[in-house]
Structure formats: structure tokens, C-alpha cells
């Protein structure tokens, strides 16, 4: 490789090293590496997919997009912080390797073939970062281009999806004689969309079926589309284009990331760009690209990423915050803010009645909804694949503390007329949506610090005893379990304010009150 | 002033020479013209001279290499006012010249070769990277092809204290003639490479040539000192810690941690990690069995006697199956002796 193909470096040191016990080996040959590149260079061996992963997120970040924002921050150890200006806002020097969210869940997307939206006014890059990905995927530029559709108010399900043939039209005696040009960018590994709330409603529909089933229907001939990572791009998350975005089709985005706002210190990168002519998506180096079969094996490495149990109790403590809403429902089960939203009742007045509770201290008063499990299943693979861009081998808290609110920022609403944001320190979390995500994650985990539950958890202890399986648990057993079961529902219960983990606590106990009611009575008639 | 065939060069492909630099610019952004004009100067024309003088016909095409690598080295900060230090131009003023005659036909390996691992010398804390120079430099007229430089590169190093390449540099010795191998471990004419091999297998404090066994290793009673304050450039925090394992020793400074390797032509360390100091494998050599005894400050090993100029109070001795190695909370620097 000649030392000056423009953009064509890639770092060849490890982007995150980690210490690992290995046997020490030391190449003779190492002395001749160094910054000059002698063109015999051994062929390295097979290289490490995440390492890769890193490789194109560094090359994106340093040669591709000029003023990245580290928003993604870790640390190792104490940080240097600085309070700001009169609101004392908080900057952050991260002590560890941080991340610019704007390239790395995109990158996270691109690896785990999920779906992105890109939000933020023109000329922020939303488009640019989408071709990047779809130049990472190996398609060339031009391809790339022309396979993104442009949303407009007059976008019909044909130009989504594609014709049937005229010819076939007039002569067909049935259905399925009618062949359909399909529209080559279904057949595309990475999807892109531009502005899709101008798409009209009824072609959203079309849209959603492409992006949730993974196939496309014209005229009842179906086209399997490849499994492929979906980018879309938005002027105005609000839905402020020419169309509302339905809500089917929201809820299919897994990750939502801003375009932040340019800094003009950077400015003499730009004019660079421009004198030079430079287009970094035509720069790529090949070495980045991505091929079909590395993707699939990244996404299998990415699920056998571990979530440990410390950081999974964590996560359910944190959603278990949300979907209790105590005066909804009659019946216990049906005590939630679903059942709230599908009455139709006035949203203010139904939280009028739920008194009684700490509404500033109860992190469930700041939402409207609880998360879904489509919600925790993309937050969790969003969490794993995080860990395995990092390097390591199972999720840390941090990590989950970080795609949060990426992910839930369009899924968890926040009810603005609440107690929390009322109060003046919490007032920008009305704006901040990512901010407000993040606080109330930290928020659940200082309670869950408070009550001590990673030492002192008896739901999870009678669930994991449980989930050792019932062979051979006798019946004086079953009995003894029961009871605790009961003691413990009784303890919980006593004299306290009902609480959204609580709740969900309850709920637990019930089901496994349950199963051990079954088996017991199984066990009486054997 | 750059005169001669090389200003010719330069004069002939100006327009391309100009464009490189304008990429170099862009790549780099903090790139010093200055200094490349200085090193184009200084150390560049240099070693166009000496292709003049052996080939002329292949000035033109290595010139353009030798540009190109110019310019990498200047964006990268290696020569210049910025630089750390000046072994870049060292290399290419004294070394390249001298090795033009391989130079002519493998041009751009050959100066990344040397440059590359003239600079990976220097930056090993330990290694003597003047002695390769000068050594390297010596030997240049015996050097005929590619592969032969390699070799001696990597063998020279090795005795210029990198020990780490004791085990690569003996299995690339092979491919040597006997008599060049000879000369670059300075071991008698007469002698055979592989009665010399066998020996330095069994004892790493072991070597033909006796002059460098008494520079650099055990003849001192102060044995071979590794380490030092960081406040001094050294390496250590705090007095460091050890395990012996089968490479040499684990080491421990505070929050720091090194691998430690030693043979009769020097001592180097390496970085290393909390989990190789408390989980690598480890060797249980006891100093007893080792055949070491120390009464006081006075050490006491197979070979001999060595004052130890330290408190006895809290010596620490560790042995692996060559080495032991003297530790104290008084001081930051690790004494290396052969058993």
C-alpha cells in the first residue's frame, strides 16, 4: 500500500488493547516494524471481526467525519470535570476510551442489522453517515445512492417497492403470472431511507411490512429481502414532515441517534475538503469492508456476549420502574399504563387519582408507558454488541448505562407535567430526552444501591431455586416453598406504598406461588 | 545546498515532488516543510550521493522512494526540530550509505529495515542502539544480499541488550555463513557456531566474546542494575516487586507492571499486566537450591562473591534457573547476578 493514499490508513495498532495471559512470544522479525512501511510485511492472519469494528469506527471518526462529539463516555478512574456556566452544567474529560454516539451505533447497527433514524436538522451528516454505512457494506458508492429512497409526499407503494410488468399486465390470465420489477435497494444489505415522515401514510404501511417481516408484496408476489441493517433519517423527530409517522412504524426503530450541531473550530477541516475535492465515502479503504459472512459471524459472536447476573438485575430493576399505574386497573394484573392508554380516558385526569405515592421519588411517574419487550430484546443485543466493540467478553453496567437511551429515546415518553421535571435542577430533561434517559437509569440503580439488592434479594433467590427444576423436590419441599412464598408476599405487602418493582415483585411470586401449586398437585396424584 | 544528480532529480519531477507534499500536508496536519527540506538536505542527499557513486542508472527510482519515505518520517515527527531524537538522520547519514550496495536493489525495504529498526532499538529502555549503529556500520562490506541484512540486523540487536530476541536471533544465526557469524558475536575465527550455540543454550550469561561479558554483565560486583525511579526516566514508581517465571521475572511497581528478561548482552522490560504478574506461570526455584547465600550485603553465588550496596535489612532474592534477581524497599532498582 503506498504510504499516501489519502484516507487509506487504518490503524494497525489494537484500538482497545486489553491485557490477556498468553504465552510470551517475542518475533525476532518485530524489530523491522515500525512506521515505515517496507511493502514485505507479513500477511497478517485472520483478523479479529471487533477489531475490525474498531478499525472502521477510528477510521470514521478521524478521517470521515470532522468534528466527532464524545458523548459516550467511559472511565477508567477518577475523570476531570468542570462545572459550566450558570446553569453549572457538567464537562466531562472521560479517563477512559469514550465514543461518539453519532458513528458507533450506527457501527453497532451496521453489525447487528437493526434499524437506525438519524434525527437532527439539514446539513448535520445523517445522510453522509447512512452511505457510510452502506459503503461499509461493500456496495459500491454509486450503488448506494442510487438504492436510497428518497421520502416524498408522492411516494407511491410502487416506487417503494417496484411495477409489475406492463406486458404481463395485459396478458396474464391469472395472479401469479404477473412478474414484478422489483426495486433493486430490497435486495441491498444496508437499507436506507432519507427523510421518511415525508412518506405518505399508506406507503408507510408498505414500508413497515419491508422493515418488520423482512419481505415485500406487490400484487400478491412476495420478494424475500436479505437480512440487511435498516438507516433512516429524519429533519424532525417530532414528525414535524410532511407526514405523522405511524406508530407501528416508529416502534420498529431500534436506535435513534441526534446529528449534533458542526463546531466551526473545525472549519479549516472543511475548507480542506473542499479545495481537495474529497469525498470520504469514495475512500474507503478495503480493508474496512465488511462482507456478508463476517457480518453474520460478528452477530454470533455479539450474542455469545455474556450479560451477568449483576447487570441483568439491574436492568429489570430499572424496567420494572415504569409500567405500574395502581388506579388503571380492578384486577392486579391489570393495574398498568397500557391498560390506562387503551381506555381512552384523559391521561391528566387518571393521574390525578393515583395518589398516596412519593410521585418526585417514584421513577415510574416520570413516564407515560412502560418498555417494551421489543424494547429490552434490542437493548440487550445493543448492550452486548457495545461490550463486544469494547473488547470484552460479557456486558458491563456501563455499557447498558450507555445504549439506553439511544434506544429507549423514542420508546419510553416522559410525562412532562410530572413532579420531576417541574423542579428546576431537572428542567433541561424536558429538552434532553437522552439526558433525562440516562438520569433515570442512574436514579434506578441509586435505589437499587439503597435497598441493597445485590446482596439481599429473596424474589431472586426463590427464583433461582426454582429454576433448578422441580425433579425430585418432594412434597413436604413444595409445601415449605409455598409458604415462604406466601411469608414473603406478606412481608412485602405490609404496610407499604406499592412501588413499580414492588409490583412486578408481586407478580413474580404469583407465578411461581403458581407453578409449585401445579406441581404439587401433580405430585398428589401420582 | 542540494547539488548533483539528486537536484536534478528533484528539479525534473517538481510538479510530482510539490503534489506529494501537498498530500503530506493534508495527512499530516501539523507537517514541518522545513524539515523536510532539512532532511532532504542533511540526510537524504547523503545516500543519493552514494547511489550516484555505485548506480547511477537507479537514482532517479530511488529517489522517489527515498521521498516518499521522507515525507512519512517528517509528517510522523521522527526527524526535524519536533523530534525526539535525532537517530532517523543518524541512520540515514551513516547507516544507508554504507549499505548501498544492497540498498540499490531493494530500496525501500532496505531503508525500512534499518530506519525501522533503528528507532525500535532506541525506544527499548536498556538497549544500546549506538553499539548497532556502529556495529552494523562495521560490518556493512560483508552484507551482500536482503536476507543476510535481516539477519544481521536482528543478531546485532540481540547483542546490543535486546534479550527478548536471544531465542530468534540464535534460530536466524543458522542461516548465516559460519565466518560472518563468527565476527558478529566476536568469537574467534577458528571456533564452531554450533559448540557455541549449545553453550549459550545452557548458560544465557554465557557468550564467545569476552570482552562484552565483562562490559555488560556479571564482572561488576554491582551486577546488571535494571530499573530506576521514574522521577529519574526510569521505569519504576516504587520499589519494585518480583516473581521469577521461566522468561526471567515479573515485576511489580505500584500500579505497574513489567516482564523482565535478561541475558549476558543486556536487560530489557516489558510492559505486562496485573494478571501475568498475580496469574502467569511462575517458578518455584528456592535460593537455596539455587546455590545462593547472602550474609549481610555480601551475595554469595556459584560464580562468586558481589558486595551488594544496599541495606541487608529486607533484601529480597529471587532466583529463576539462570538468574537472581536483588530487590529492596530501598531502592527502585532491580540487581540481576548469574547463578
Known sequence: MSPFNIFNRISQAPTNPKPVVKPRQFDVASLYQGPVQSGTAAVAGEQALDEKLRQAYFWIVNNAIISPHYDIEYNEGPSQTYAVGDSKRTLTLPSAQSYSSFILLPLLTFVTRKKCLFVGGPGRGKTASAILMGVLSGAPVRDVRRAMQHGHPQMTIADLLGNPLPADLMAAQNMDDIRIAWRKWLGMRVKIVDEYNRIPTRTQSALLTVMGDNYAEVLGQIFECPESAWYLTANDDQGGGTYQVIDALRDRIDVTVQALAFNPRFLNDLLVRIEENIRPEELMPRELIFTEEEVDRAGEEIRQIEVPPEVRHRLEFFCSQFELFETAGAQFEYMTKDTARLSGMDWGQLVAADNGRDRLKDLGCQTMNGVSVRNLMTLLIFAKSLAYFRGNKSVELDDLRQVLPFVLLDKLHPDIDAPFFSRPENAAYKTDRLGWLRRLFDLSNDEFNRLDLDRDDPVGELAAEFGQGLNDVSERDTRARLMRIERLIGDRVKGRKLYGHLYDDLLKLKYLHQRYTNYLKWLRSQ | ?339
Open chain 2, 1 to 339: 545546498m542540494i547539488a548533483g544528480p539528486f537536484a536534478q532529480v528533484l528539479a525534473a519531477g517538481r510538479s510530482q515532488f510539490n503534489a506529494r507534499v501537498v498530500e503530506a500536508r493534508r495527512r499530516y496536519p501539523a507537517f514541518d516543510v522545513q524539515a523536510l527540506a532539512d532532511f532532504l538536505q542533511s540526510s537524504v542527499a547523503p545516500v543519493m550521493q552514494a547511489v550516484t557513486a555505485h548506480m547511477p542508472d537507479r537514482l532517479a527510482v530511488i529517489a522517489l522512494t527515498a521521498y516518499d519515505i521522507a515525507l512519512d518520517l517528517v509528517g510522523q515527527a521522527l526527524t526535524g526540530a519536533s523530534a525526539r531524537s535525532k537517530i532517523v538522520d543518524r541512520v540515514w547519514q551513516d547507516l544507508l550509505p554504507a549499505y548501498v550496495h544492497v540498498l540499490v536493489n531493494a530500496p525501500t525495504e532496505v531503508v525500512a529495515l534499518l530506519t525501522n529498526a533503528a528507532l525500535n532499538i532506541e525506544k527499548t529502555s536498556g538497549a544500546r542502539v549506538d553499539q548497532w549503529l556502529e556495529e552494523m556500520k562495521n560490518i556493512a562490506p560483508q552484507i551482500t544480499s536482503l536476507p543476510a541484512l535481516q539477519a544481521t540486523g536482528q543478531i546485532l540487536a540481540w547483542r546490543a541488550g535486546m534479550a527478548h530476541f536471544r531465542d530468534g536471533a540464535m534460530a536466524i544465526a543458522d542461516t548465516l555463513p559460519q565466518a560472518l557469524l563468527l565476527q558478529l558475536l566476536d568469537a574467534d575465527s577458528g571456533s564452531d557456531w554450533q559448540q557455541i550455540r549449545k553453550q549459550m543454550q545452557q548458560d544465557p550469561w554465557w557468550c564467545p566474546d569476552t570482552v562484552s561479558m565483562t562490559k555488560y554483565s556479571y564482572a561488576t560486583e554491582q551486577g546488571m542494575t535494571v530499573g530506576q525511579f521514574t522521577g529519574f526516566g526510569g521505569a519504576f514508581p516504587a520499589p519494585p516487586e518480583l516473581r521469577a517465571c521461566e522468561y526471567g521475572f515479573w515485576v511489580k511497581s505500584a500500579d505497574r507492571y513489567f516482564l523482565l528478561m535478561a541475558d549476558v548482552y543486556g536487560a530489557v522490560l516489558h510492559p505486562s499486566s496485573k494478571d501475568e504478574f498475580e496469574h502467569g506461570a511462575v517458578l518455584d526455584t528456592t535460593v537455596g537450591a539455587a546455590g545462593v547465600n547472602c550474609q549481610g550485603n555480601i551475595l554469595q553465588t556459584r560464580r562468586g562473591k558481589h558486595v551488594l550496596n544496599l541495606p541487608a535489612k529486607e533484601l529480597a532474592l529471587i532466583c529463576n534457573l539462570h538468574t537472581v534477581a536483588v530487590s529492596s524497599p530501598y531502592t527502585y532498582g532491580i540487581s540481576l547476578y548469574p547463578l
